[in-house]
């Protein structure tokens, strides 16, 4: 019996190391991927997330598994770095879909910052902004969006700036200049000095009557930003990247050459689009999801009847147009292959 005792209490041991040996490989996993994703970019020159410490409640506003930002050699990551360590602040401009989001989320990754989101195009109040008293006395205050930044720090990301309301802007106006602080003329004009860590970056489509609502922001906020960086799509009209043909084929699952076609597509979809006789250009991510589709069995053009083409517009002239495209490219391809 005894011996029997020694012998389940070996087989215990030996699964409790086990156990341990596995939770060591993955956490070093883990530990290894975020490290690849840093060695990407020359970011801890200008940020290091190792100097970054937040409250534990905010660790889970820090983004994490990010996708990889690929661009032509524009070095977008270590510009937007840049920026933040000079200025505290940037604006990011470009048509929808050419990765404006995804790279802020990314630069917080790297940076270990919580980040701040507001959709300037959404009808939200100064109160949610900045704040409001609560309670049936109105007793108590709670702090908006850009106040809990301001207080706390991170990177508040502003996107579709353009479509703020001057009020909000002006409010900003303090914490963007060498006073750095903000009035809280709701809270009997208390003053919130901004947080060492607390940096700002908008994001704006190109103002044009096709995005409703938009307005060229005010000189004294555009003066204010500093840094603005330029974005587009990777392939457009007949400059094909190569990269994004690679990305689609990876992330959507099929081979290189239907990749390739989907790609050439989407690039003249884009070139449409931006001469203004489309009203959508599609994203690299709409590519990966036709992609998708199309790795379950359907065909270039039935992946792109369900995705791409009622995603351009509900025009059904539009969407015929969207096919035509689609239809040539194809065409093309076919001849290529009997060539």
Known sequence: MEQKNKIISSINRTRITSDKVNL?????????????????????????????????????????????????????????????????QCALIGPSGTGKTHIVYLVAELAGLPIWEINCGLATSVFDLFGRYVGLGKENWI????????????????????????????????????????????????????????????????????????????????????????????????????KEIKMVSERGGISL??????????ARLRKEYKMGDLPYGPSIGDLVNWAKICSDGASIAEGGDET??????????????????????????TIIKTL
């Open 257 to 266: 050459s239907d990749a390739e076609c989907i790609v050439k597509i989407g």
């Open 24 to 88: 060591s490989v993955s956490v070093s996993k883990i530990k290894k991927d975020t490290h690849s994703l840093s060695k990407m970019y020359d970011f801890k020159k200008y940020m290091d997330s190792s100097d970054m410490a937040f409250p534990e409640e905010m660790h889970e506003m820090i983004p994490k598994d990010t996708p990889p930002y690929l661009d032509n050699g524009e070095h977008y990551v270590e510009r937007i770095g840049r920026a933040l360590k000079f200025f505290k």
């Open 143 to 242: 702090d908006g969006l850009i106040t809990g930044w301001c207080r706390k720090g991170g990177i508040l990301y502003l996107d579709e700036a353009n479509m703020m309301k001057q009020d909000v802007a002006t409010k900003l106006n303090p914490l963007l200049d060498q006073r750095g602080h903000m009035v809280l003329t709701e809270k009997d004009s208390e003053i919130i000095h901004r947080h060492k860590h607390a940096y700002m970056i908008i994001s704006m489509n190109p103002v044009s009557s096709e995005f409703a609502g938009t307005k060229p922001i005010n000189a004294a906020m555009r003066r204010r930003m500093s840094v603005w960086l330029n974005f587009d799509y990777m392939s457009i009209g007949e400059n094909i990247d190569e």
């Open 308 to 333: 791409l083409v009622p995603m351009t517009s509900d025009d059904q002239e539009v969407q015929n147009e969207v096919r035509q495209i689609i239809k040539k490219v194809l065409q093309i391809k």
